[in-house]
């Protein structure tokens, strides 16, 4: 796709080196940066946590906890706490990868193959529910219900949620992406188109102001959504509290 004398390409991750004939993209480098930021953020906020005499940051991390504990609670009952330790981590990639756009980084989140992984890893938690809960013969038999003609249909609606899941989130971040580099090829095509070769006036605060939609809300939201998401479709595997 060309814009005036610009050519708009929009490529996948980039191969940042090779260890044994193994590529390593820019999406696996970020990652391991990601994890290595949350980590530390981490480490920095619980560090000399005390019991009379809390400090600002201690107070955050625990309302961060508290936080995440009642949306768990309220999604997926308070027997299921213990899964609220991989709901945080889940939200926190998420926002913590797509923001990284903020900095020109590529968002690993507009990677497909990071939100499928994700996706993959919470079918396999509600595989593991419900085979717990109605054992392997129940789970198997589950998927005739209510009737026997409906399997097919109840095994392809098991196999759709993590492939809609990663695709939503995918989707939204890697849109992002494309609308945000056409846009500003558009406006660079215009600047030249006014005589503006040396000095894109028209790519001066229009594209920052989409990167706040895109970055900022867009990236905040598809981590709510899709942990909201995760809760959700974990939660429905266990029956009802009483």
């Not at 796709?1 to 610009?6: A, C, D, F, W, Y």
């Not at 019991?51 to 940051?57: G, H, I």
């Not at 938690?125 to 013969?137: E, F, T």
């Not at 989130?169 to 215009?190: D, E, M, R």
Request: aromatic residues 12%; contains cysteine; charged residues 10%.
């Amino acid at each position: 796709m060309s814009l005036g004398s610009k050519e708009v390409v929009v490529n996948g991750p980039k191969v940042s080196f090779e260890i044994f004939g193994l590529k390593i993209t820019e999406t696996v480098v970020l990652s391991w940066v990601v994890m290595a930021f949350i980590i530390g953020l981490v480490l920095f906020l619980t560090h000399n946590m005390s019991k009379t005499n809390p400090s600002k940051k201690q107070i955050l991390a625990e309302w961060i906890v508290q936080t995440m504990n009642g949306m768990v609670k309220d999604s997926m009952g308070s027997r299921n706490l213990v899964y609220a330790p991989y709901m945080a981590t889940i939200f926190s990639f998420s926002i913590c990868g797509s923001l990284i756009s903020v900095l020109g980084l590529r968002p690993v989140t507009g990677d497909f193959s990071v939100t499928l992984t994700w996706a993959l890893m919470t079918f396999f938690m509600i595989q593991y529910a419900k085979i717990r809960n109605d054992g392997v013969l129940g789970y198997i038999v589950g998927f005739s219900k209510p009737i026997a003609l409906l399997t097919p249909i109840n095994v392809l609606s098991e196999l759709a949620t993590p492939v809609s899941m990663s695709i939503r989130h995918f989707g939204n971040v890697a849109s992002g992406i494309v609308i945000t580099q056409l846009l500003y090829y558009a406006l660079t095509a215009l600047s030249n188109a006014v005589g503006l070769h040396t000095f894109p006036l028209f790519t001066i605060g229009i594209p920052a102001v989409l990167s706040v939609y895109f970055d900022l809300f867009t990236g905040f939201m598809q981590a709510f959504i899709f942990t909201m998401l995760t809760m959700a479709n974990v939660g429905a595997a266990y029956p009802e509290e009483e």
